[in-house]
């Protein structure tokens, strides 16, 4: 399969309008109809590196974004998400058609892909162990996801964590690092040739940017590892780097709280996260500089 930075502009911009645009990150390919150009440009940007087909018979995932009918498409212009002719959400103002993109993709994964245990964390790996990261908004998960994936670890997922259930491997859906307010200045200054979307105003979580992900992380999305790590990760601006140990049952608990489906998937969710709490220790970070944090992870990972 050719990759998307491989069509032309014009076919790609075709592929969009039509429907035709398909591509695959991981475990999941995702059908794309949209005649924005803003999508367009920022596919382009991010998705360079994807897998990409036009016309395929099969997406587990379609997305459709399009202008709403009416007075809309000129006061104020929005961008809608058409699944089927249905509206599942509302619409949002049209320069946040790039965001809605992702936010739409991580709406279907974290809805249906329930084959995987699902948690809110990133994951990053090397040397063949992966570090969970699982943390609510606001807790520098994202900052810190940015920052390893910048110093050489490989990005399986920003968002979604997925654990396969039958053996416990971690599944990479690597795609674009959404960051948001001060954490972009932070990573623009951290990585200075690292490719970032445009940022995004007024957002619903103040400004978005998306950080593309490293190529390395897209070819190696078929790649699954073995958890080596969880970790949950808290910003304190200025604090020294902490990292204390967290009981198992504590560290259970914790996951459990930072999942999507583990109510739902019943004794297989309990199961899968019984057995990745096993492989890997739980461990409380703090930190107030990247610097400090990167080097306890290159130390963690060279063990």
């Known amino acids: 399969m050719s990759t998307l930075s491989e069509l032309t502009a014009p076919t790609l911009r075709g592929a969009l309008r039509e429907g035709k645009l398909c591509l695959r990150t991981g475990a999941f390919s995702v059908r794309v109809r949209s005649g924005l150009p803003a999508v367009a440009d920022t596919l382009a940007l991010l998705y360079g590196d994807y897998p990409a087909e036009v016309g395929a018979p099969f997406a587990d995932f379609h997305i459709h974004l399009r202008r709403p009918y009416g007075p809309r498409r000129w006061l104020r212009p929005q961008v809608a998400f058409d699944m089927e002719g249905a509206a599942p959400f509302l619409p949002l103002p049209l320069d946040q058609a790039f965001p809605m993109f992702e936010w739409v993709f991580n709406w279907y994964i974290s809805s249906r892909a329930h084959s995987y245990l699902m948690i809110h964390a990133a994951a990053v790996e090397k040397n063949g162990r992966v570090a969970v990261l699982p943390a609510p908004p606001g807790s520098g998960k994202s900052t810190l996801c940015a920052a390893l994936v910048c110093s050489g670890w490989r990005l399986l997922s920003d968002e979604l964590c997925l654990v396969r259930l039958a053996d416990g491997l971690v599944q990479p859906v690597p795609r674009p690092v ?126």
Do not use: C
């Open 178 to 303: 959404s960051l948001k307010n001060a954490s972009i200045g932070v990573i623009r200054a951290f990585a200075p040739q690292a490719v970032f979307s445009p940022e995004v105003r007024d957002t619903a979580k103040g400004t978005i940017a998306h950080l593309k992900a490293p190529r390395d992380s897209v070819q190696r999305a078929e790649e699954a590892a073995r958890p080596g790590w969880i970790v949950f990760p808290r910003y304190v601006a200025g604090a020294a780097v902490q990292m204390d140990t967290l009981a198992p049952a504590r560290t259970f608990t914790r996951v459990a709280e930072n999942s999507f489906n583990y109510g739902l998937l019943g004794r297989e969710g309990f199961e899968a996260l019984a057995g990745l709490v096993e492989a890997a220790p739980g461990f409380e970070l703090s930190y107030g500089h990247l610097d400090e944090a990167l080097a306890l992870f290159d130390r963690m990972a060279a063990a």
